[in-house]
């Protein structure tokens, strides 16, 4: 292909098993040589021609250096540009932080805005850093398991209260959700504010998915819901989901009360200098070409399909598997429980080859998380695996054996 076209949304990564040895490969396709690579949350789709082109200007103009305050000046201009046409959400230039990416955003959220040894709200099941990340700065985890009912994931408020009742400081917020796919109502983040803003508490806002609505429910940025909402929010957002860029290195904080953007100016120096340049150059081609845009829809209309594509498969041939649609992100949260595999993400890449998360990572054993940001024909070679591997459980159980990958 030649360097000067980004690949096409349509155009896939290397086959399964095989490493290029003339380029680079993603870290998707390339951790588990001889499975299809469904697991880590990066797609398979190349990236929009503006942010391919933005890339070459900084590499023709040989700018590899430090950022400087002209670019940085530019991306926030980007971000408040992009908040206020996405989701009708004013957010002041002022406001904004610059971090190399979401975990390191909630990271200096957990050391600089939080008491010291306090205790932090996860629900889960949860992205694996946001439960582990806690530790390193020396606050516990308090998991609250969201309930499962007939129309899918919902946050156990009760259970929230629980902890703030306790003296918890911060809940975690994850919407959209990953991996579950869900996109939090209205109501349903409304209640969650009054209750964090009875007890006094913190919201960290992790919205790095929003652009990738699937469903005719529209993502809602946490910290518009009310002004308690915003006085105790840190929201995090980045390109790098969206536009498949997660690489470059350049996420935000957004911090809605003005005493916390004041106070993050003590720190700000030191976590902008890890945000890489191309990173800066990249987010503004995505939030403000219209090519960009396009190309996201292009993407989110793939989505939609494969998300279709997936629920039609496990409808029609897993019947002991329960899922609920994504209504955002590029993520299947599928449970495993009724055909048992203590290991599933290990069997089903051992023995069908198809590498996908396991649910232990998210704090629920017993499920899977299944990339669908792959081109379709490769998909559905991942779907027939799915099956596959239900099949060889399904006849385990029969004849009376446990059924487990090789070691």
């Known amino acids: 292909m030649n360097s000067d076209h980004p690949l096409s949304i349509e155009e896939a990564i290397p086959p399964p098993g095989i490493r290029s040895r003339v380029g680079p490969t993603s870290l998707l396709a390339a951790k588990y040589p001889g499975a299809i690579g469904a697991w880590v949350?990066?797609?398979?789709?190349?990236?929009?021609?503006?942010?391919?082109?933005?890339?070459?200007?900084?590499?023709?103009?040989?700018t590899l250096g430090y950022n400087d305050p002209v670019s940085i000046g530019l991306a926030r201009e980007s971000v408040v540009r992009w908040m206020k046409n996405g989701y009708d959400w004013s957010?002041?230039?002022?406001?904004?932080?610059?971090?190399?990416?979401?975990?390191?955003?909630?990271?200096?959220?957990?050391?600089?805005?939080?008491?010291?040894?306090?205790?932090?709200?996860?629900?889960?099941?949860?992205?694996?850093?946001?439960?582990t990340v806690p530790s390193l700065f020396g606050h516990r985890v308090v998991q609250v398991p969201s309930r499962t009912g007939?129309?899918?994931?919902?946050?156990?408020?009760?259970?929230?209260?629980?902890?703030l009742e306790r003296g918890a400081r911060l809940v975690v917020l994850c919407n959209p959700n990953n991996p579950t796919g869900r996109v939090f109502t209205a109501e349903e983040l409304g209640r969650l504010a009054r209750l964090v803003d009875r007890h006094g508490a913190r919201v960290f806002s992790d919205e790095v998915h929003a652009p990738l609505t699937l469903a005719p429910v529209p993502h809602i940025p946490y910290a518009t819901i009310s002004a308690a909402a915003a006085s105790h929010t840190i929201t995090a957002t980045s390109a790098s989901k969206g536009w498949n860029i997660s690489g470059l290195k350049c996420a935000q904080?957004?911090?809605?009360?003005?005493?916390?953007?004041?106070?993050?100016?003590?720190?700000?120096?030191?976590?902008?200098?890890?945000?890489?340049?191309l990173g800066v150059a990249a987010l503004c081609a995505a939030y403000d070409h219209p090519e960009s845009h396009a190309w996201l829809a292009s993407v989110r209309a793939r989505l939609v399909r494969n998300?279709?594509?997936?629920a039609d498969t496990v409808a029609r041939h897993l019947p002991d598997v329960r899922h609920f649609p994504a209504e955002a992100t590029y993520l299947a949260w599928l449970d495993w429980r009724g055909l048992g595999p203590d290991e599933p993400a290990a069997f089903f890449r051992?023995?069908?080859?198809?590498?996908?998360?396991?649910?232990s990572e998210f704090a629920a054993p017993g499920h899977l998380r299944l990339n669908f940001a792959l081109p379709e024909d490769l998909l559905r070679t991942a779907l027939s695996a799915l099956v596959r591997g239900a099949d060889i459980l399904r006849s385990g159980r029969q004849h009376g054996k446990a059924v487990t990958h090789h070691a």
């Open 91 to 131: 957010v002041p230039e002022n406001s904004i932080g610059f971090v190399s990416d979401v975990v390191t955003g909630y990271g200096a959220v957990l050391h600089h805005f939080l008491p010291a040894g306090s205790e932090v709200i996860v629900p889960t099941p949860a992205y694996a850093p946001l439960l």
């Open 307 to 310: 998300n279709a594509l997936v």
């Open 350 to 359: 051992d023995r069908v080859g198809l590498a996908m998360s396991d649910g």
């Open 41 to 62: 949350a990066e797609m398979s789709y190349g990236v929009a021609r503006p942010i391919h082109d933005a890339l070459k200007r900084e590499m023709g103009a040989e």
């Open 253 to 277: 904080l957004i911090f809605s009360a003005p005493e916390d953007a004041e106070h993050w100016q003590q720190v700000a120096d030191f976590f902008v200098r890890s945000v890489s340049r």
């Open 150 to 163: 007939d129309t899918g994931h919902h946050m156990d408020l009760e259970g929230i209260e629980r902890a």
